[in-house]
């Protein structure tokens, strides 16, 4: 079993920052990407960055140059920092990890955080 628990979102006035943290925990052979997608009321769910091994960082066009994805390899973890906050970053916030359970060979499955909530708002 593998779970990702996510913790940091909150309401923050817009300009303000968060912090978004996942920790991923179980039978974990080996973790090939972790990031962040949202979704808003009434809409789909969109990518906002990823970090695979390298490191090599991705980022949605919408949070370029505000919000800094990181990982920590031995906690199995994932940051998101998230300054600059806007109105229209409100949303649910999940994490998700594709990663090689172990007794799974090379197969590999993608895992999700059960969401943490982000309000920008004043």
């Known amino acids: 079993q593998v779970q990702l628990v996510e913790s940091g979102g909150g309401l923050v006035q817009p300009g303000g920052s968060l912090r978004l943290a996942c920790a991923a925990s179980g039978s974990i052979f080996t973790i090939h990407v972790m990031g962040w997608y949202r979704q808003a009321p009434g809409k789909q769910r969109e990518l906002v960055a990823t970090v695979s091994n390298g490191p090599i960082t991705n980022y949605s066009d919408s949070v370029k140059d505000r919000f800094t994805i990181s990982r920590d390899n031995s906690k199995n973890a994932v940051y998101l920092q998230m300054d600059s906050l806007k109105p229209e970053d409100t949303a649910d916030y999940y994490c998700?990890?594709?990663?090689?359970?172990?007794?799974?060979?090379?197969?590999?499955?993608?895992?999700w955080g059960q969401g943490t909530q982000v309000t920008v708002s004043s």
């Open positions: 998700y990890a594709q990663l090689q359970p172990t007794n799974w060979g090379p197969r590999t499955f993608r895992y």
